[in-house]
């Protein structure tokens, strides 16, 4: 039966394969039990500091007695089952050894690093920190299959021989569209600070036509008087 399937589907069953299996064993380490997670990214935002390595994240929470795990939906999220405040007390300690920017004492993230930290963190590395799916090297968060994977436009510009026009050629060919544009003829219109009397410029330097009709010219010569 091996011999019969094609070797093009042979090799698409492959990487199925493959990637559900990494998928399938990230998705194993999670935390069952806990409903929601934390992006580490969103947090530091907060906090206006400097973002630390999740495995020095996961060792704090570890060496605390907590529970954690990454996320295999977003590889920025940490699942754990630590309160809030020992999560904040991990990052007001990064924050002590780490200043960052000074934030306004308004700032939701001041009122947070006001506080002192209350439980006692460390951040280094423990070797149970590194789950086996990061350890072995699995793909545990998918990428796209292909350059410019996803949706494509509706409408396609065809090239000779009905041959289509790929993304990145249509990109080459609209690349600095605006900016190559031939400048505007302006001398075509007539100048409103010349009618005035007030254009400081003369004929060949202002971009606008001083021609003007001849009561415009009475005006001009009024206003000027």
């Known amino acids: 039966m091996r011999s019969a399937v094609p070797n093009a589907s042979r090799r ?5 394969t493959t990637r559900s299996t990494n998928s399938l064993s990230c998705m194993a380490e999670d935390l069952l039990d806990v409903p929601f997670y934390y992006q580490v990214s969103q947090l530091c935002h907060q906090l206006h500091c400097s973002a630390p390595k999740t ?4 060792s704090a929470l570890m060496r605390l007695g907590y529970r954690v795990a990454y996320v295999h939906c977003n590889k920025d999220g ?14 007001r300690t990064w924050v002590k050894q780490n200043p960052g920017k000074k934030l306004a004492a308004t700032a939701p993230g001041a009122k947070i690093l006001a506080r002192q930290p209350t439980a006692d963190v460390c951040f280094d590395i423990l070797p149970e920190a590194n789950p086996p799916s990061r350890r072995n090297n699995l793909l545990r968060h998918q990428v796209n299959p292909e350059p410019n994977w996803g949706p494509k436009c509706r409408a396609k510009k065809r ?8 993304e990145p ?5 609209l690349q600095d569209k605006r900016s190559n544009r031939p400048a505007p003829n302006l001398k075509m219109y007539p100048c409103k600070r010349f009618r005035e009397g007030a254009c400081p410029l003369t004929e060949e330097n202002c971009r606008y036509r001083h021609e003007v009709d001849g009561e415009n010219v009475e005006n001009v010569e009024a206003a000027a008087e």
């Open 159 to 166: 090239k000779g021989d009905g041959e289509v026009e790929s």
């Open 169 to 173: 050629e249509k990109r080459k060919r």
């Open 55 to 58: 495995l020095a994240i996961r």
């Open 78 to 91: 940490l699942r754990t089952d630590a309160p809030i405040g020992v999560l904040y007390d991990v990052f």
């Open 12 to 16: 698409a069953i492959t990487s199925t």
